[in-house]
């Protein structure tokens, strides 16, 4: 079985989430949304689309989002059989989250690696 086939997003904490977006868009050119983030389409040599993307985005340090860790980021790998992967990772004795969810978007399961960083894994909806 594969496990990680690539990374689906990069999310990180900043002290001044509109300032740092600010600094990434006018210094490194990141096109920052609303919301918060980008996605970075990923394309082949030629730069025709290839299906598929990494999201990059930013959020304010109260965000709970990355709980129950107290890192400042979470990294997102994408794999191919998320609900596989979630049952040989609680074999090995990994500190598996019990939510798993299941939406548009795909499906998300987190496990806390022993450093104490949250780890989002998503398997893709079919055809992403």
Not at 6 to 22: E, R
Not at 30 to 43: R, Y
Not at 82 to 106: F, R
């Amino acid at each position: 079985m594969k496990r990680v086939t690539g990374i689906g997003g990069i999310f990180f904490k900043a002290k001044d989430p509109a300032k740092l977006q600010a600094w990434y868009k006018l210094h490194l050119g990141v096109d920052v949304q609303d919301w918060g983030g980008t996605a970075f389409n990923w394309a082949d040599s030629d730069g025709k689309p290839v299906g598929g993307s990494t999201i990059w985005s930013v959020s304010s340090n109260e965000s709970d989002q990355f709980a129950p860790s107290q890192s400042s980021f979470m990294i997102n790998y994408r794999v191919d059989d998320l609900h596989a992967l979630v049952v040989v990772l609680k074999e090995e004795g990994c500190n598996v989250l019990d939510k798993i969810d299941d939406s548009e978007y795909g499906k998300f399961a987190w496990v806390i690696d022993p450093e104490g960083n949250k780890v989002e894994l998503w398997q893709p909806p079919a055809g992403q």
